[in-house]
């Protein structure tokens, strides 16, 4: 029999940091781990399940010691002690306050007998939520969010193997997702001040809390001393908070939108004028509400020397006036305003392309792809303005149809569209983070890195290249499809990708650590560094080389047969040792984990 002496085991520790190529270098560093020893019992853990069993694995629960199902809710109640009573300090006094105020909603939630949560559901779920607050950060707790708690149990119960911390976060950013895209409208809640409300003042600050978007400082240690000095006026559209307006008395101090820049989006412009009314306003306030007044001129002054072209889809006129297309042609409609001398401040001046392919006179190309948004004056200082083609009444995908080539990056973050139709090559960085987008069209090529996370997109379709770094994390793609080429890192770390499709190269390194991938299919080449801990790939595939260190700790690879070269270390633990790991492939090999003979 063998089992696990009490040795030292060191676990590798990922440090990134940018190069020269824009590309992510991966140190690996290596950290004294704790190991416990391993005794075994009679129960057998197939006598638990659901929630008992996960805690049971999770916590290493002495199951020998148990008679009885009761024996471990003792056991989970005398753990789940010193998290409930322990005192969450923070980096500064604030951040204790208000990870107290947290954490008593949910204790008083996971008490409530109405409930009837079980000791060992109540230590996987104050484990989970407490585990990153440690003495010298600012981190908080998730806030409780009973609908989504309850879909999160119901995985585990149902014998998900999922981090519950990661879950319930990722739940709760699907649940904002999917409102951001509401159009229902909305109403204004104010929360009372202590001056106002008093007796109720510790209740409005966790009302504050949770009715903040996740981008104001009100969402954190911010709601208590804010709520000291005056009210919170906060507009919520479908149960989300789009507008925030702090008083200091009866003063507005300033006006926030959910992208916390200063800026009030223009689609609530009327609403948060009306709310202002004559009110009385700092100079921070004024200053935002002149700018406003002001962007709302000149959307209304873009509007109308574009009306033609809006009304008529004149993708060409419309990106020229806006600066998308410098080819020296003058636009057909001018007023006297200043945004007839517009210059794209991210457009055509700031992108080279990193692509060079010959593009037919037919085709309509454009600089860079990204909302109006910032726009500067040919003189006098820079104007900041937050506007989007739906402020101005323009249908995206439309615009985009005749778009074959993007020279530089192409931002779809803030955007309408869902579609880009004929775009066939993005010269830059292509960014669908959090994108309405949910089809790539005809895009094959990419000049930059590629960022899918939360995104809709289903497809990579017959995209070919991403010269940069791939990104995956929290996306909808569980298939790389027809790719072929990765020029930077891979990593699938919390993303649904299961299949590598025709992936045949990644220029740098590639991380499998907790992916779905089983198989690297026809993956031939990773430039750098790969990592398999952790991971669910059990066949190389057709993988030849690996021009940094590999990676199987605790991994699932036992033929390494295919590879012809690894040009850094191998590092694996002797129980997981890959059985067919050539020597004379590699630089080196390091074994992690001794197992003793008994």
């Not at 992208?259 to 009110?279: A, Q």
């Not at 873009?302 to 993708?315: E, F, G, P, S, T």
Request: with cysteine.
């Amino acid at each position: 029999m063998k089992i696990f002496s009490q040795i030292q085991v060191y676990q590798p520790v990922l440090n990134q940091r940018q190069n020269n190529r824009n590309l992510t270098t991966i140190n690996y560093q290596f950290g004294l781990l704790n190991c416990d020893t391993v005794s075994f019992g009679a129960m057998k853990k197939s006598e638990f399940t659901g929630i008992d069993r996960v805690c049971i694995d999770r916590f290493k629960a002495p199951i020998e010691k148990f008679k009885e199902n009761e024996d471990l809710q003792k056991w989970a109640k005398k753990q789940l002690e010193p998290i409930m009573t322990n005192v969450y300090e923070g980096r500064f006094p604030s951040v204790a306050y208000e990870r107290h105020l947290i954490l008593d909603d949910w204790k008083g939630h996971l008490k409530n007998p109405k409930n009837d949560y079980k000791n060992t559901e109540k230590l996987l779920i104050m484990s989970a939520i407490t585990q990153n607050l440690e003495k010298y950060n600012e981190t908080l707790p998730p806030i409780l969010n009973k609908s989504v708690l309850s879909t999160v149990m119901d995985k585990v119960k149902n014998g998900e193997n999922i981090n519950i911390l990661k879950t319930y976060k990722k739940e709760l950013r699907e649940s904002y997702l999917k409102n951001k895209f509401s159009e229902k409208k909305g109403e204004w809640v104010v929360i009372p001040s202590y001056k106002n409300d008093p007796e109720n003042f510790k209740k409005n600050v966790e009302a504050l809390r949770v009715f903040s978007n996740y981008t104001w400082c009100t969402h954190n240690d911010k709601a208590k001393p804010y709520l000291e000095q005056g009210d919170f006026h906060v507009y919520l559209e479908n149960g989300q908070p789009k507008i925030g307006i702090r008083f200091k008395g009866d003063e507005i101090q300033e006006i926030q939108g959910e992208k916390n820049d200063g800026k009030i989006p223009y689609v609530y412009s009327d609403i948060v004028l009306e709310r202002v009314g004559n009110k009385k306003c700092s100079w921070q306030a004024k200053t935002e509400l002149n700018d406003l007044k002001i962007r709302n001129a000149n959307i209304k002054t873009i509007k109308n020397d574009l009306k033609d072209a809006i009304k008529n889809n004149d993708a060409e006129e419309i990106f020229r006036y806006l600066g998308y297309i410098n080819d020296g042609k003058k636009v057909k409609k001018e007023s006297n305003n200043i945004f007839s001398r517009i210059a794209n401040f991210f457009g055509a001046n700031s992108q080279k392309s990193k692509v060079k392919t010959p593009i037919e006179q037919k085709e309509l190309k454009i600089e860079a792809y990204h909302q109006p948004g910032v726009f500067r004056k040919y003189a006098g200082n820079s104007l900041d303005g937050a506007i989007s083609f739906k402020d101005l009444g323009i249908d995206e995908d439309m615009l985009l149809k005749n778009v074959k080539y993007i020279k530089g990056n192409a931002n779809f973050s803030d955007s309408s569209a869902t579609s880009l139709g004929n775009v066939e090559v993005i010269g830059g960085d292509a960014i669908f983070r959090e994108s309405r987008v949910k089809d790539i069209g005809k895009l094959k090529r990419i000049g930059g890195l590629a960022n899918f996370s939360d995104s809709q997109i289903t497809s990579l379709n017959d995209l070919k290249k991403i010269q940069g770094n791939a990104i995956f994390k929290y996306s909808k793609i569980d298939s790389l499809g027809n790719l072929k080429h990765i020029g930077g890192v891979l990593d699938l770390q919390d993303s649904e990708v299961k299949d590598l499709g025709e992936l045949e190269t990644i220029g740098w390194s590639a991380f499998f650590n907790n992916s779905k991938v089983t198989s690297l299919k026809h993956l031939k080449r990773i430039g750098y560094k790969a990592s398999f801990m952790n991971s669910n790939v059990t066949d190389l595939g057709e993988l030849e080389y690996i021009g940094g260190d590999a990676i199987f700790i605790n991994s699932k690879i036992k033929d390494t047969s295919s590879i012809k070269q690894i040009r850094g270390e191998a590092f694996y633990d002797k129980k997981n040792k890959p059985t067919k790991l050539n020597k004379s492939k590699m630089k080196s090999e390091s074994a992690l984990l001794d197992i003793i003979d008994v």
